[in-house]
C-alpha cells in the first residue's frame, strides 16, 4: 500500500473522486454446524465521501457485520470493498492494521475502553505507537478534543468513574483524534438512554460534519433517520438505499 505525502492512501483512477467506499459483489457467509448461512449477499454500493450513511435492519440482519468488512476489521466471504480507491481485500493483515490506526474511526456500542488507561490515554492511543514525537502530538490533540467533547476536567480519569455518556464521549474523543476520513460507529447510542443518547449522537454528528468526514452508523435509532444523507435498509442479506429526498418524496 502506497501513502501520499499527507499520509492519505491516494485514489485509484477507477474511483470517482468523491466515492469513499465501494462495495463490489460482497458477500459474507457464516459457516455453523456445517451448514452456509448467508449474512451478506452481493451488496453493490457507493458511499460519497461527507455523507451520513445510516445502516438500519432488524437484530442479526448484518449491521455489524458490514461494519467491521468495511472497517477491515473482518474479512468478506467474496467480492470486495474498496476505501478510498484501496482493495481492502488485496491488503495483508499488517497492512490492514496499518490502514484502520491511520484512516478510520470506531465508536462501539459498549464504548470499548481500555481500563487500565486514563480518559487521556485512551483518547491519545491511536498515536502510542508513532514514537516520541508522535506520541506528544496524540496527546496534544487528545486533550483538544477532550475539551470538545466536555471532558477537559475529567483527562486523568479511568473509565469506571465515568458515566455511561461520559465514557461514549471519550470513545468519540478517541475515534476523531488522528483525523480520521471514515468514522464507522455501531449503535453508538444503544447502551445510554434517550437524553444521553440524543446528545452523544448531536456531538458524534456535528464533530465529523466539521471536519467533512464520512460516517457511516448502525443503529435501531429512529431518531437519527432524518438526520441522514443517505439510509441503507439491510433485509435478508440484501442493502436498499434510500436518500432522504426519495424519503421525503415518498407519501408515507
Ligand atoms: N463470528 C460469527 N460466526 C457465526 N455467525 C456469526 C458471527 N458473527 C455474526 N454472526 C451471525 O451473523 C448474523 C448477523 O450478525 P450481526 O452482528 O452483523 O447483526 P446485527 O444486524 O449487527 O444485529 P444487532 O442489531 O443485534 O447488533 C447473525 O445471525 C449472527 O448470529
Ligand atoms: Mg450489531
Known amino acids: 500500500m502506497t501513502l501520499t505525502p499527507a499520509g492519505m492512501p491516494p485514489r485509484a483512477a477507477s474511483d470517482r473522486p468523491e466515492t469513499v467506499v465501494r462495495l463490489h459483489n460482497l458477500s459474507k457467509i457464516y459457516q455453523e454446524a456445517g451448514v ?14 461527507g455523507d451520513f450513511v445510516v445502516l438500519l435492519g432488524k437484530s442479526g440482519s448484518g449491521k455489524s457485520t458490514l ?25 495483508s493483515e499488517r497492512e490492514l492494521t496499518l490502514f484502520r490506526r491511520d484512516h478510520i474511526g470506531f465508536v462501539f456500542q459498549f464504548f470499548n475502553l481500555i481500563p487500565t ?16 514525537k508522535g506520541q506528544k502530538e496524540g496527546q496534544k490533540r487528545a486533550q483538544k478534543l477532550l475539551e470538545k467533547v ?27 483524534v488522528h483525523e480520521p476520513f471514515l468514522i464507522l460507529a455501531d449503535e453508538p447510542t444503544g447502551n ?43 433485509h435478508e442479506g440484501k442493502l436498499v438505499s434510500e436518500t432522504q429526498a426519495e424519503a421525503k418524496a415518498q407519501p408515507r
Open 36 to 49: 452456509d448461512r448467508t449474512i451478506l449477499h452481493a451488496l453493490n454500493t457507493e458511499i460519497t465521501e
Open 192 to 234: 445510554l438512554d434517550e437524553e444521553t443518547g440524543s446528545s452523544v449522537l448531536e456531538l458524534l454528528l456535528s464533530l465529523t460534519r466539521d471536519l467533512g468526514r464520512t460516517l457511516i452508523m448502525a443503529t435501531h435509532n429512529p431518531e437519527v433517520v432524518p438526520l441522514a444523507d443517505v439510509v441503507y435498509h439491510i
Open 150 to 176: 466536555g471532558l477537559a476536567g475529567r483527562a486523568h480519569t479511568y473509565p469506571d468513574r465515568l458515566s455511561g455518556g461520559e465514557q461514549q464521549r471519550v470513545a468519540i474523543a478517541r475515534a476523531l
Open 67 to 91: 461494519l467491521n468488512l468495511i472497517g477491515g476489521i473482518d474479512v468478506p466471504s467474496g467480492g470486495e470493498v474498496w476505501v478510498r480507491g484501496i482493495n481492502l481485500t488485496r491488503l
Open 117 to 132: 488507561l486514563t480518559a487521556l490515554e485512551n483518547v491519545s492511543l491511536p498515536y502510542e505507537l508513532r514514537g516520541s
